[in-house]
């Protein structure tokens, strides 16, 4: 099976979802088990033609080998989301997807600015090096922290390698 998704860029995120009670869906445009670029292998929950963009409050596109969404399900998929009003994220290579379909147009992005992390209009780019840094900007986006001190000791942990 071909590598896809560069998984370390989303395992501090996908463990702020999980932390804070949220469902992650994994998908894969078939609905098989993907091999992430590091080796390991994801279970997916679900296939991209059965996700409904109305059920969903966003979607996450990591970085890695993309070619293979590159295509129009998954552009029609991301336009619908973004008609809704969710939360769009992608990160590495993950952009270039959002990109292709149009999504960043009219809208601040890696793309389009000299930033390693952007956030505008409810969608959220992120340069590869970043990957603390989306996984915060996604949980603000959420409003996961509980308080500007959870937000700080949530930096300071997982930036700076605080000791809690």
Known sequence: MK???CIYEIVILNY???FTGSEVVFCSIDGRRITSMEGYSINVNAKLPDINAGEIRSIIIPGG???GIKNEMVYELLKNIKKGGKVIAGICAGVDVL???GILQ????IHSEDADITRDN???TSRANAYVDFAIEVGKEF???EN???LQETIDFWKYFKRM
């Not at 009219?106 to 992005?109: A, I, Q």
């Open 99 to 101: 990109d292709a379909a």
């Open 3 to 5: 590598a896809l998704a």
């Open 106 to 109: 009219d809208v601040k992005s």
């Open 148 to 150: 500007e001190a959870d």
């Open 16 to 18: 702020f979802l999980k």
């Open 65 to 67: 080998d993309v070619s």
């Open 122 to 124: 409810h969608i959220i």
């Open 143 to 145: 409003s996961l922290f």
